[in-house]
């Protein structure tokens, strides 16, 4: 049940500390007039894939990280790029892996546009790949909530490229057959969720998850939830202090353990953790066993009061998947935030 508004007693000095922002300034900052005003969010459509390396509303992709992981005769290279959006309170950022690669997974992460992370005052609304059968792009959106804050949300997308003896490249084409990419879409809701179960044949071999809370011009719902257990991915959001009914749609890639040509099987793996919610942002890490390279990162937050959402999911190296939760202008310090990565290795 949601609680009433309750006015902040928490003196400016420790606010600042914890990263809250009632009641006390930030920086100047430079509005952007052409933008919507907080409560008529524009959020665009499921757009198509951009062409290999490309960006959509943000800058060049940069490498994040580029990991080879070697097997007996065979190797797979995962590399991860980022874009980071316009400046602005409803941001979305796309990009797409080069030539070569086949895009896994993704992620986002919301930049305070002062620099300063503990301040961070957006939330989430998608995280997720383009689901045509290019595999290729990843996009990711945030936006204000009740309180108008500008910022950045950066994207990522991860991409893999593999190799059999020798260091002979294995093409896309040889890849792709043996993925699965699909989504499924909830009903509409204040709080919706919906969840996918996949084909046996890819049972413990989901790569990542993907969320977009689709609430179209409305005031916002954001994301609570994108992970995954062994047979399948769930996705949630809710609104926060101003009702806004809408759908989400959960996303899924998975690979088979049939044999790639000239190339073999990858083994999959699943780690998570989990950490009580004591901090108003509170984030949480999981590592990648020695010897593996993540391609996804979900998470997934609970709580007991007036409610908490994502901010954070993402990978800032090969080896290490980070989500973080926040309340939202009402404090509720409750629950328990998850991070999840899948991580992958060759069986040969």
């Known amino acids: 049940m949601k609680k009433s508004l309750a006015s902040w007693s928490i003196p400016c000095a420790l606010i600042g500390l914890i990263g809250l922002s009632a009641g006390c300034s930030k920086s100047p900052l430079t509005p952007q007039s052409s933008l919507p005003p907080v409560g008529t969010a524009s959020y665009p459509e499921v757009p198509s894939s951009l062409q290999p390396g490309q960006t959509s509303n943000g800058s060049a992709e940069e490498i994040v990280f580029d990991q080879t992981i070697y097997g007996a005769t065979t190797s797979v290279e995962v590399t991860e790029w980022s874009a980071i959006s316009t400046y602005g309170e409803h941001n979305t950022v796309g990009l797409a892996v080069p030539g070569g690669y086949v895009m896994v997974g993704g992620g986002a992460h919301i930049l305070d546009p002062n620099g300063n992370q503990a301040n961070v005052d957006a939330l989430l609304t998608a995280a997720y790949p383009v689901g045509d059968g290019q595999f290729t792009t990843y996009y990711a959106s945030d936006k204000d909530q009740f309180t108008q804050y500008f910022s950045e949300v950066q994207a990522y997308v991860i991409g893999i490229k593999l190799f059999g003896p020798g260091g002979t490249v294995i093409p896309t084409s040889a890849v792709i057959p043996h993925l699965y990419l699909t989504s499924v879409t ?163």
């Open 186 to 348: 909830s009903q509409v809701a204040d709080y919706p969720s919906i969840s996918l179960s996949i084909p046996s044949q890819y049972y413990n071999r989901i790569l990542s998850a993907g969320a977009m809370d689709d609430y179209g011009t409305g005031y916002g719902n954001l994301i609570t939830e994108s992970d995954w257990t062994g047979t399948g991915t769930t996705a949630s959001g809710k609104d926060q202090h101003s009702p806004d009914k809408c759908d989400i749609i959960d996303n899924v890639i998975a690979i088979d353990n049939s044999p790639i040509a000239g190339f073999g099987t990858l083994n999959v793996i699943n780690a998570s953790q989990s950490t009580n919610n004591v901090n108003h942002l509170q984030t949480i890490s999981v590592a990648a066993p020695s010897g593996w390279a993540l391609t996804g990162v979900g998470g997934h937050t609970t709580w007991s009061g007036y409610g908490r959402m994502l901010y954070d999911m993402y990978a800032p190296f090969y080896d290490q998947a980070i989500v973080g939760s926040k309340d939202q202008q009402t404090p509720d310090v409750s629950g328990v935030t998850t991070v999840e990565l899948s991580a992958i290795q060759p069986a040969q």
